[in-house]
């Protein structure tokens, strides 16, 4: 087994920092934790107004069984889903 010493580090040089804080500013992935929440969650009273716009209800109605096949073929977990999508396109809501 080869012996490891131990490799002394140094300092980066000025140009080299302004490289590196150069790319930081310009990565597209950063993400800053500045202690501020980034996406602000709704109040209890701005929930219950969004709960009560996009209130669900059942309804029967039978479908041909074609589209019901078509429809879960892409996602049998998924398919009320993308029914209620279409039917919103199909509304332009």
Known sequence: M????PVPI???T?????????QIAEDPDLVSFTGKRI???????????MLRKQSKRDV???LDADLIDALKSL???DWHARLNAIAR?????
Do not use: F, H, W
């Not at 000025?14 to 150069?22: F, G, H, Q």
């Not at 396109?89 to 809501?93: D, F, H, I, P, Q």
């Open 39 to 49: 996406v602000e969650r709704p109040t209890p009273p701005e929930r219950a107004a």
């Open 2 to 5: 080869r012996k490891q010493y």
């Open 89 to 93: 396109a199909s509304l332009g809501m």
């Open 10 to 12: 140094r300092d980066n």
């Open 75 to 77: 996602d049998p977990n």
């Open 60 to 62: 029967t109605v039978a």
């Open 14 to 22: 000025d140009e080299e920092d302004a490289e590196i804080k150069r």
